[in-house]
């Protein structure tokens, strides 16, 4: 409790020293005997502390604000606060803060230049992601294109193996003179296999659909590709007898080779429509024809170059019947030596009964002209269509040229 609130003592105005701490009830005396207060003289009020002044540093700290001043007279200044846009009033609760009316466009300066900004943003931003899309599509269509050139460049790895191991494709001497390109390959071999591939349209049905041989080397590599092309009606009204074009292609695709058979009589009984075959390497240009010879009862063929001039014949059985062995015609040089042969080879008993896909097979001399040799293998196509090409899975075989 202070004592300046409470009642004044008897002896006010204030004395010198203090002494009225003794009247208060509850209070020992000041000075007496049993503790308390120590005792008197106090100092006066405002004389200052009894205690020695503070050592220098220990004063009063620094002024770290500005003393407070009042409103008015130079002193700071009260602030309305008020939500909405200057010179407008406040919004209503409910209701969009109204825009700035200043400008032209009903906008104000500051609004004007930050709607500028936002647009070049904006443009800057779509800019970016055309930019982006545009990498991205091309990054896309590069990747595409690689992995299609990898996948190239594999085949054609895989194509180049396949050449030097059994079942693959033969490698292409080099380096031979005065040859039409594509037939380097007979350049190196002095015989053929052909394997006539299993249709099973066909075989099942008895629609004739167009051959397809594989020409292969003694090594079981592949030397070409053949196949006929024909038409559908051609193949059904005109069976074995039809005309056709046969396409000689390499490991590659290219075609090497082009056969073509008119349509023609094959009987004794129409010798001046005989049958016959021009080769041409590479198309378009001839060099060779495959003639049939009238004979009533072995059939005959010469083997002629570009110019019209026999170089070979051949000669073939009475019977042309497959019956568990192979039918052999006899390639025979100008002077009746035989030079080679070309045979019917026994494919099996399932085989010879309900397909037409043979297996043949020619032999020729090793230095023979590579243009000879081409034209041998159209004379082997032709023979197999002459007398072992089945219609609707029937024998055609008969004995002699009748």
Avoid at 56 to 71: D, E, I, L, W
Avoid at 156 to 161: E, G, L, N, V
Avoid at 285 to 307: A, C, H, M, R
């Amino acid at each position: 409790m202070n004592p300046q609130q409470q009642p004044q003592a008897p002896y006010a105005p204030y004395a010198p020293q203090y002494q009225g701490y003794t009247d208060q009830p509850g209070y020992p005396p000041a000075g007496g005997g049993g503790g308390g207060y120590p005792p008197a003289p106090y100092p006066p009020p405002g004389t200052g502390s009894p205690y020695p002044p503070a050592a220098p540093g220990y004063g009063q700290p620094p002024q770290m604000y500005a003393p407070n001043q009042p409103y008015g007279g130079g002193g700071y200044q009260p602030v309305m606060v008020q939500p909405g846009m200057p010179g407008h009033p406040p919004p209503v609760m409910g209701q969009p803060v109204p825009e700035s009316a200043s400008g032209m466009d009903g906008k104000s300066g500051d609004s004007s230049v930050k709607d500028g900004c936002d647009r070049e943003g904006a443009r800057a931003h779509q800019h970016q992601y055309r930019t982006r899309f545009l990498l991205r599509f091309l990054e896309e269509k590069m990747f595409d294109l690689s992995r299609q050139l990898h996948i190239r460049q594999g085949k054609a790895t895989i194509r180049r193996m396949l050449r030097y191991i059994p079942g693959g494709w033969m490698p292409i001497p080099q380096g031979i003179p005065n040859c039409p390109p594509g037939l380097e390959y007979l350049t190196a071999i002095d015989q053929l296999l052909v394997h006539q591939k299993v249709e099973l349209l066909e075989a099942f049905t008895g629609f004739e659909t167009a051959n397809k041989y594989t020409v292969k080397n003694t090594l079981g590599q592949k030397v070409y590709w053949a196949m006929e092309d024909t038409g559908c009606c051609n193949r059904m009204c005109c069976g074995a007898a039809r005309a056709f074009d046969m396409k000689i292609l390499d490991t590659y695709q290219n075609e090497v080779l082009h056969f073509n058979r008119p349509l023609r009589c094959s009987s004794c009984w129409f010798p001046c429509c005989l049958q016959t075959m021009e080769v041409t390497a590479p198309p378009g240009n001839v060099i060779g024809y495959v003639e049939q010879d009238w004979s009533i009862l072995t059939p005959q063929f010469s083997i002629k170059n570009q110019n019209g001039e026999t170089v070979l014949k051949i000669s073939g059985p009475f019977c042309t019947f497959s019956i568990c062995g192979d039918v052999e015609f006899e390639v025979l040089s100008t002077n009746g030596t035989q030079v080679g042969k070309i045979s019917k080879q026994w494919s099996g008993l399932g085989r010879e009964m309900f397909t037409d896909a043979d297996h043949f097979g020619i032999n020729f001399p090793m230095d023979l002209d590579v243009r000879v040799k081409a034209t041998l293998l159209g004379a082997l196509f032709l023979i197999d269509y002459m007398f072992f090409e089945k219609s609707g899975n029937k024998e055609q075989d008969r004995p002699g040229m009748f």
